[in-house]
């Protein structure tokens, strides 16, 4: 069950259902998909922090372009089963909202 789960064709049946179990059923989904994304943030966490790492020690450097690079090697990475077109977009995706965090974490504080 989940929150559009009234517009499926499942949903007159999880309807019918006592409320107990409605509720029930949609902490267990909740459960599961929370698993699910949890995972996936942690592979991309773990993709992108090791690939920054790797290129920081090669280059030697703690700048805002190993932000860029990592960010573009990850989106390319995550977007590479879709084909060229899509790795390509998830390179520049990621390498651009790589590039904004940094930017706005390296700026100096107002104190």
Do not use: H
């Not at 517009?7 to 267990?28: N, Y």
């Not at 994304?37 to 592979?43: D, E, P, V, W």
């Not at 090791?50 to 995550?78: F, P």
């Not at 084909?83 to 390296?106: E, L, V």
């Amino acid at each position: 069950m989940s929150y559009d789960s009234t517009f499926t064709p499942q949903g007159k049946a999880i309807m019918d259902l006592p409320w107990r179990e409605q509720v029930r059923r949609g902490f267990k989904d909740m459960g599961s998909r929370s698993w699910s994304s949890a995972k996936n943030f942690g592979i991309v966490g773990a993709l992108y922090s090791g690939t920054e790492c790797c290129v920081e020690g090669l280059r030697a450097k703690n700048d805002l372009s190993n932000s860029v690079i990592s960010g573009c090697i990850t989106g390319g990475i995550l977007g590479a089963k879709a084909g060229p077109q899509a790795a390509a977009a998830g390179c520049a995706g990621f390498a651009a909202f790589s590039a904004a965090i940094d930017a706005y974490m390296r700026m100096p504080s107002e104190e």
